[in-house]
């Protein structure tokens, strides 16, 4: 099948290799043509685990190609798949649809004959009506259906997630559309559930989700607290939660608050959809209040932990948001930051591959170091801010050297807190206490 993907983000850009290893004829299109450049260049313009060896096979054998022209992109297509962003109103905190219609008004004029327009993007329920409006408004001859087809990847997994999806969501009631997606997703036929619901609860189902998750994180999270107060350990607690298959283990990690480019704008997006629904959906309001607050408690005790030193330095382990990406949107680890600028201290921070995206956010803000240790030198707290693997595996003989203090404030539970003691550090972590060492 022929397909166009819209958007080459950290949605667009695995679905169209996924789909041209699938065995599609891909072409992405995007409106920043440096990224466009990059991408015919044969290079990935995002980090991405499996990737780029995924990308390179379906470049050399023209399965994929990327183009700035939707006219190159979109005639001939069988399916056009919108995943361009949905970033909040920096206002309202609703969803801010804007470069979903730019690319709807644009890509109707090139509809010839019959196509799927599939929209991948996270958006309030109604969006698919507006955008088919629009594309009939353009366009009254095009022969089209605009579906909803909502996308669960988890950056960083996201290669594995495109071929293992817990489920596929098709929303149309159009029976041409889903023939039309039957075939595209043939792959996943007996290995996946493919569930076709209207549109409008295929919309619902990707924010009904993403809240649930949140909400499942902030649970965690004040549970953390209690287990702080009253002294037992979260990571027990959690384990012995996540045993049972009602609750699952997954989102069970107490931390420092969710972030990225997906819960807190789709929590905002949630809310906002249901206060004009006049839905009171309080447990989500209060969910977005905590988070937002904890990521200031936790730069509080960052802080405390130095509250006596004149010019603190402070060494930061983890930009991104997450480990397994380099994106650093909405990141917990970057508002723990800020939070610590504004304070006044020095911070040398590391990632093992979002520091160059850190810098676009906080500028020359904060000193980057090439690694863990290096950053560590000199300091007078360590804080771990985001749960990439290889801080687990720090050599802590040899960190202890390098800080000027030995404390560290492990906010993502990373280290062993035995060992931590053993070397002599004064260590905090999430939903533990211990006690203190002379
Ligand atoms: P992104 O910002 O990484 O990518 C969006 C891309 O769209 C950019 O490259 C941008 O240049 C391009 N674009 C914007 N307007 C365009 C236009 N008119 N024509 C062509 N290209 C245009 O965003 P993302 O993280 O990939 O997210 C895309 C959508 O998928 C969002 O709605 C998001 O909520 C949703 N989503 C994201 C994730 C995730 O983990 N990132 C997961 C599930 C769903």
């Known amino acids: 099948m022929k397909i166009s993907v819209i958007g080459t983000g950290y949605v667009g850009l695995p679905t169209g290799v996924g789909l041209a290893e699938l065995g599609h004829d891909v072409i992405c299109i995007d409106k920043d043509e440096s990224k466009i450049k990059t ?6 313009t995002l980090f991405e685990e499996g ?27 069988d399916v056009v798949i919108l995943a361009v962003g949905t970033p909040p109103d920096p206002v309202t905190k609703e969803a801010d649809l804007k470069y979903i219609f730019a690319a709807a008004e644009e890509l109707a004029q090139y509809l010839n004959d019959y196509t799927v327009v599939a929209v991948k993007s996270t958006v309030p329920v109604g969006t698919g009506d507006k955008v088919e409006a629009l594309i ?14 909502p996308e669960f990847l988890r950056e960083g997994y996201a290669v594995q997630d495109f071929f293992h999806p817990d489920r596929i969501v098709i929303g149309s009631n159009s029976q041409r559309a889903q023939k039309v997606m039957h075939e595209l997703y043939r792959y996943f036929e007996g290995k996946t559930e493919i569930l076709y619901v209207s549109r409008y609860s295929s919309e619902t189902i990707k924010y009904a989700s ?11 999270n004040e549970m953390a607290d209690f287990c702080e107060k009253t002294g037992a350990d979260i990571r027990e607690v959690a384990k012995g939660m996540g045993l049972d298959k009602r609750i699952g283990n997954r989102f069970l990690n107490a931390g420092p608050g969710y972030g990225g480019s997906c ?7 949630m809310a906002c959809m249901a206060r004009k629904a006049g839905v009171n959906l309080s447990l989500i309001e209060n969910v977005i209040e905590k988070n937002a607050a904890r990521k200031k408690q936790m730069a509080h005790r960052i802080l405390e932990q130095v509250k006596d030193i004149q010019d603190p330095k402070i060494a930061v382990w983890g930009l991104a948001f997450k480990e397994g990406t380099d994106d650093c949107r909405e990141s917990p680890a970057l508002e723990i930051v800020q939070e610590l600028i504004a304070k006044g201290a020095k911070i040398t921070g590391y990632d093992p591959k979002a520091s160059e995206n850190a810098r676009k956010i906080l500028g020359n803000q904060i000193s980057y170091a090439a690694d863990m240790y290096e950053a560590a030198r000199g300091a007078d707290v360590l804080a771990v801010l985001t ?50 060492v002379s």
């Not at 819960?263 to 997006?269: C, L, N, Q, R, V």
Request: with cysteine.
């Open 387 to 436: 749960e990439w693997p290889e801080f687990k595996k720090a050599d802590l003989d040899k960190l202890s050297s390098l800080m000027r203090s030995q404390k560290i404030v492990d906010c993502r539970n990373m280290l062993n807190s035995n060992e931590a003691f053993e070397k002599g550090f004064d260590y905090s972590c999430i939903g533990q206490t211990f006690k203190t």
């Open 210 to 220: 993403n809240a649930f998750l949140a909400v499942k994180i902030h649970y965690i």
């Open 51 to 77: 990737l780029p060896a995924l990308f390179k096979k379906n470049v050399e054998s023209g399965k994929i190609r990327f183009s700035g022209s939707f006219q190159e992109g979109i005639e001939n297509a």
């Open 263 to 269: 819960f807190p704008k789709d929590t905002m997006a």
């Open 39 to 44: 991408l015919q260049s044969g290079q990935v």
């Open 136 to 149: 009939r408004q353009k366009n009254p001859t095009a022969d089209f259906d605009v579906i909803s087809v």
